[in-house]
């Protein structure tokens, strides 16, 4: 499906975007500094087949899901809790390194975001990612040309799957919700916009925790950003 139909015949004025996963694939970065984390912790190695199901929901999850090496990670041991502020500034400090390093813009993103640019679209990237780390892997990546605004997991009070940083966007690009769409790789983002009341669009390829998006409910799911062209 395009992003046309969904908007009969519309395209959309606003287009959000979540970014690990569905933009960028930045597991080996995020890998990388788990593992980093875990070794001078004197725990063993994740990898990245693992550290890609626990992406998703900001970096203190991810850092609660490396601890427990597992997806599922509440309610977190004794131990693993005492750990978790050293685990986390030891992450922060490792990725700050890493960050943009190994990542890749997937197949099908450019195709779709110059076309978007083209009909004059606003877009924004809405993500769970801490806020200092959105612009330098948009930056690294060559994907900040196309964003007037990003919303990181930090910029308000909640995050995705909490609708508010969408309508945050939404209202900052001066969209409304029968103008305004989703695109992202998990739960959280599907979640989200059906919360926010917009449309959505998820991608298989992305990481949603090693579970399949098909049974999501979004809109329209797609294997490349570009079948929505």
């Not at 509440?74 to 490792?94: C, G, K, M, Q, V």
């Not at 960050?99 to 197949?107: E, L, M, P, Y």
């Not at 076309?115 to 994907?143: E, I, S, W, Y």
């Not at 390829?205 to 979004?218: C, P, R």
């Amino acid at each position: 499906m395009s992003l046309q139909g969904l908007f009969n015949p519309r395209w959309p004025g606003v287009a959000l975007f979540d970014l690990d996963g569905t933009l960028v694939d930045s597991a080996p970065d995020l890998a990388a500094a788990v593992d980093q984390m875990l070794e001078h912790l004197g725990r063993t190695p994740a990898g990245i087949d693992l550290v890609r199901d626990w992406v998703g929901n900001g970096a203190g999850i991810l850092v609660r899901r490396a601890l427990a090496r597992k997806t599922d990670w509440e309610p977190p041991t004794a131990r693993d809790d005492a750990l978790f502020n050293d685990a986390l500034a030891i992450f922060y400090h490792a990725y700050r390194q890493l960050n943009g390093r190994h990542a890749v813009v997937f197949d099908g993103v450019i195709e779709c975001l110059e076309h978007l640019k083209g009909l004059g679209c606003r877009m924004a990237v809405v993500t769970n990612k801490p806020d200092p780390f959105v612009a330098p892997l948009l930056q690294q990546t060559g994907l900040d040309r196309y964003f007037g605004l990003w919303v990181g997991g930090d910029t308000l009070a909640v995050k995705k799957p909490d609708p508010a940083p969408l309508l945050h966007a939404m209202t900052q690009l001066g969209g409304t919700r029968g103008t305004t769409v989703m695109v992202g790789d998990s739960a959280a983002d599907v979640s989200a916009a059906q919360a926010a009341g917009i449309p959505c669009v998820a991608v298989r390829y992305g990481y949603n925790f090693g579970g399949s998006v098909d049974s999501l409910g979004a809109d329209a799911v797609v294997d490349s950003l570009a079948e929505l062209l």
